[in-house]
């Protein structure tokens, strides 16, 4: 029989210590069939902040949305002709998000192709890459400043491209199979290009797989007790690699970056050690300011975990836990709602209902629209017990999560 463990929560109503973070920003919405946009109003209850438009509607973006391949479909057109975009679906996509009150985070970019060995069709690095940014301009002069009978809804986040890094072999790639030096040049010039023209937005990248090789606590570099023969070693030394690359790109050529983006499926002790290690890396480079954003994460991703208790209750912790952390933005990867499959936890695809996960992100949203957390501290046994609480300076609410196993 488990020993009881004790804690003590305390909360001072009147100690305010700074705003309570988006950590309850979700991946791609949940898109039913082609426009079917009935269960936003989910998003909307749960006050959720962001939402990242990457795989947005499945395979090629269903050949519909976001995808630059989608919405500039010959890349031969000329760009500056609004009659050479189809925004058609991707407006629609958009308008509902703002109903709901959800502002997208665009990824300019492609959609994953995870069946690229048979066939790779979008994944190829841009054959002029001026033109590329120009076209990326275009689109958010589209959706930020009306261009093309466009709209003007202020979108902050613009993400360069998606897991450039994924593979050390181009060819093996499902994301760019182009060398990660053509990445970091596209990222110059499409960066320094749209931050000109619209100051005011947020860009960034590189959208890194991640640092499961890096040491804990020290700036990213790889961990040294790593067999050889681990995984995360194989592949995650190539990703700290390309990020070093990728920073030292930035800084040699000025380039801009609001924010670093980076990705992690790990559990959550390990997820917290590798966003430690990113912001180690990027205070030592001077980069304070640079928004640290985990914009694809879910704890241990698979079949068997997706939709259980324990990984219900590891989302609540993450969430509450990064509150606490350097990170600026948390977002689960991601809110469909989808038969067998391990990156959608948020809703019952049997009855398209909210799952446990979902009310993770709900009660976190009880903060977030409070605004501004107050001081908060747990003292005890309880390893895996963490809390936060926020006021409007009308109420307080608190989260108390416990991600212990039940036995």
């Known amino acids: 029989m488990a020993m009881e463990q004790l804690a003590t929560i305390s909360f001072d109503i009147g100690r305010t210590i700074g705003r309570i973070k988006p950590m309850h920003a979700v991946g791609q919405p949940p898109i039913q069939g082609w426009n079917d946009f009935s269960m936003f109003h989910f998003l909307k209850e749960a006050h959720i902040p962001y939402s990242r438009l990457h795989d947005t509607g499945g395979a090629f973006g269903k050949n519909i949305y976001v995808d630059i391949p989608n919405l500039f479909r010959d890349f031969d057109a000329d760009e500056n002709d609004p009659a050479s975009y189809d925004f058609s679906f991707t407006d629609l996509l958009l308008a509902e998000l ?27 690095p841009p054959k002029d890459f001026e033109k590329w940014a120009r076209i990326c301009e275009h689109v958010v002069a589209h959706y930020n ?21 994924d593979r050390a072999n181009p060819e093996e790639s499902f994301m760019w199979c182009g060398s990660f030096s053509e990445y970091c040049r596209l990222y110059e010039i499409t960066s320094k290009l749209l931050k000109e023209r619209f100051p005011s937005i947020k860009v960034g990248g590189p959208a890194s797989c991640g640092f499961y090789a890096a040491e804990p606590g020290k700036p990213i570099r790889v961990n040294p007790a790593l067999p050889d023969d681990d995984w995360r070693k194989t592949y995650g030394t190539h990703f700290i690699d390309c990020a070093h690359q990728f920073l030292d790109h930035v800084r040699d050529t000025a380039s801009p970056m609001d924010f670093f983006s980076f990705h992690s499926y790990s559990s959550p002790d390990l997820l917290f050690q590798q966003t430690e290690s990113i912001a180690l890396e990027l205070e030592r480079r001077g980069l304070n ?28 912790s993450v969430i509450v836990r990064g509150q606490h952390s350097p990170l600026d933005m948390l977002m689960l990867y991601d809110a469909r709602c989808a038969v067998r499959n391990a990156y959608a936890p948020l809703f019952n695809p049997m009855t398209a209902r909210p799952d ?52």
């Open 98 to 124: 703002a109903a709901n009150g959800v502002e997208p985070f665009m990824r300019l970019g492609v959609t994953i192709e995870n069946k690229s060995d048979i066939r790779k069709y979008r994944i190829y």
């Open 145 to 165: 400043d009306g261009w093309a009978n466009g709209f003007r809804y202020g979108i902050t986040y613009w993400e360069i491209w998606n897991e450039a890094d």
């Open 289 to 316: 300011d640079v928004e640290l954003i985990l914009d694809e994460w879910l704890p241990d991703a698979c079949l068997e975990r997706v939709h259980t208790e324990q990984q219900n209750a590891e989302i609540a």
């Open 356 to 407: 446990g996960a979902y009310w993770a992100l709900f009660y976190f949203g009880e903060l977030y629209r409070r605004g501004q957390e107050v001081f908060t501290s747990v003292e005890g046994d309880c390893a895996r017990l963490c809390a936060a609480a926020a006021t409007d300076g009308a109420d307080c609410a608190l989260m108390v999560v416990n991600s212990g196993s039940p036995s």
